[in-house]
């Protein structure tokens, strides 16, 4: 993979238990092509539309360890911690 290149603000989310949803974050008003995914405890995420809920066994995002998800043509992305909680942070990628 080439290099990311990400220039605009991303989403921060504070996850817990229960799965919590989000708009992903825009760039010139559109959703980018990729997003990238990065928690500070393991958390499971699905990208999706309005209504999106997440459930274990979804994409695992480890501590330390950022995953970048395919988000064209979608709006929102959710996410639910596995225990205690945590923060994922959502960056919109350019250049993929």
């Known amino acids: 993979m080439d290099l990311l290149t990400i220039v605009n603000t991303g989403v921060t989310m504070t996850t817990s238990g229960t799965s919590a949803t989000a ?9 980018p092509k990729y997003c990238r995914f ?13 209504g999106v809920t997440a459930v274990p066994g979804d994409v695992l995002v480890q501590p330390a360890d950022a ?3 395919r988000t064209h043509s979608l709006t929102h ?3 639910i911690q ?12 350019e250049d993929m």
């Open 23 to 31: 708009a992903l974050p825009t760039v010139s008003g559109s959703v």
């Open 38 to 50: 990065a928690a500070t405890a393991a958390c499971y995420v699905r990208v999706g539309v309005a």
């Open 67 to 69: 995953i970048v998800l």
């Open 77 to 79: 992305f959710a996410a």
């Open 82 to 93: 596995i225990g205690g909680s945590g923060q994922l942070q959502v960056s919109p990628v």
